[in-house]
């Protein structure tokens, strides 16, 4: 996500930076690489021009030419205007009673998915939410549903065949939702390739029927310029109170996220990065603004970590490490809750700086693949070979490398890392020196005091 566009504005930040003294040439000559890095990334073209002409404006006072450093207050000009456009302040849903929601969006947007994940979601906070079938042009979407909310564990409403009356059934629904005592009911709607008067004449009435707290429109990030014309047209129908960008793992220019804020004035509440339910956060237009900046999403971060590791386990596990007990057994242990928190350069992205440090890591680094290349070595193990990993010898490791079915290259250099990060974890200065690396001066940990998170290992 927006890595074409981060890759582009590091390159004309450093040179700024470089610069001992701006002058009104550099600023030009800067404002123009940037404003070519949002075309390129698809930002609508009105969208791009408005905010370059913001940048431009607060970059000539006379507090950035006097600066100490004019190159750095440029790019916090640039940073501030960047967290304005995607939205300012993050915006929470309306779940006043009655929380109804209607997600709506053309077909492919991942309206469906969308549904459930955000019915997860809430149900993670406390809530009791109920899910609505009312595509009933898609037949396979109420039987996805249906799947979903089962996988989720939260009810969900199925009309009978054939019904064609979406009235009908959202009114059947509300009498079933009262019933249940669901907190918040989320309505799932028909969409189609295109916009067209049928669509948007049958939204209209289930929108007038059920009278949302919120409206909100799923997009597919991947589509640009095209989704910002999407929101704008089912804006002018219903009157969308929000924006889910979905797929946005899949997009490397990210333009539709930066344009549809400034274009439909509709807040960006939510984003889809991934196909799995969890993968489903709030939209915190600071947060993204550093994230495109390079600057990194620590809180983000550990919001994620938090939510699916389990603290007991990590707290043994580091417990362990302080005593020099670690062993092939923990190993397994951390490769599993490392395989939980999902794809790792999405996570590791997360961290400051790491699209530079990405481009040194060796190919395949991150390949979710060799992870699990590496986990099937150490399940061909013994307990006694996991527990004392000094025993694994010439003939025990061709073994290993047999039930493995990898190579024994593959398992000698396994165990040869092994043996170097327990050597590291014996010694308190390498690890802290390891930490500092990753978050600065005083490490990750200096980095959370102030920002209201911790982590839980």
């Not at 390129?40 to 100490?68: C, L, P």
């Not at 564990?153 to 005592?181: F, M």
């Amino acid at each position: 996500m927006f890595s074409s566009l981060a890759d582009s504005l590091d390159k004309t930040f450093r040179n700024l930076r470089g610069v001992g003294r701006i002058s009104e040439k550099n600023i030009a000559d800067a404002l123009r690489d940037i404003r070519v890095s949002l075309l390129e990334a698809d930002v609508e073209f009105s969208v791009a021009k408005d905010f370059i002409a913001k940048v431009k404006e607060k970059s000539m006072g006379e507090d950035v030419f006097k600066s100490i450093k004019p190159g750095e207050q440029i790019v916090k000009i640039f940073h501030d205007e960047l967290a304005v456009l995607l939205g300012g302040d993050q915006v929470s849903l309306d779940l006043n009673p009655p929380a109804r929601i209607l997600i709506c969006g053309l077909n492919g947007a991942g309206k469906t998915t969308t549904a459930a994940k955000l019915a997860k979601r809430l149900k993670s906070e406390g809530r009791r939410p109920l899910l609505v079938a009312c595509d009933l042009h898609r037949p396979a979407a109420i039987d996805q549903l249906a799947a979903l909310a089962k996988q989720i564990d939260v009810p969900c409403y199925t009309p009978q065949a054939g019904e064609s009356d979406v009235i009908k059934v959202a009114g059947d629904a509300l009498a079933w939702a009262e019933k249940l005592h669901g907190t918040v009911v989320i309505f799932d709607t028909a969409g189609r390739q295109e916009i067209d008067a049928r669509l948007i004449a049958e939204l209209k009435s289930l929108h007038a029927f059920v009278k949302p707290r919120e409206t909100l429109l799923v997009a597919d990030a991947a589509t640009g310029q095209q989704a910002v014309s999407v929101a704008k047209h089912f804006d002018d129908a219903v009157g969308i109170s929000g924006i889910v960008l979905t797929k946005l793992d899949g997009d490397a220019r990210g333009g539709a996220a930066l344009s549809m804020r400034a274009v439909t004035g509709k807040p960006i509440k939510y984003a889809g990065e991934g196909e799995k339910l969890d993968q489903f956060a709030e939209f915190h237009p600071g947060r993204m603004a550093d994230r495109i900046l390079g600057m990194g999403d620590i809180v983000g971060m550990v919001e994620k970590v938090a939510g699916k590791v389990n603290e007991q386990d990590a707290m043994r596990s580091m417990k362990r490490i302080q005593e020099g007990k670690f062993d092939f057994n923990d190993f397994l242990d951390q490769m599993k809750m490392i395989r939980n928190l999902g794809p790792l350069d999405g996570l590791l992205g997360m961290l400051p700086g790491f699209n530079k440090i990405k481009k040194q890591l060796p190919s395949g680094a991150l390949d979710s693949h060799k992870i699990k290349r590496t986990e099937a070595i150490v399940l061909s193990m013994t307990l006694e070979e996991r527990r004392r990993p000094e025993i694994l010898k010439g003939s025990r490791r061709q073994r290993i490398a047999a039930g493995s079915g990898t190579s024994l290259m593959a398992v000698n250099q396994l165990i040869k890392q092994f043996g170097e990060m327990r050597k590291m974890m014996k010694s308190p200065h390498k690890m802290n020196a390891m930490m500092k690396q990753m978050g600065g001066p005083g490490g990750i940990g200096d980095m959370m005091k102030g920002r209201g998170g911790k982590f839980p290992f």
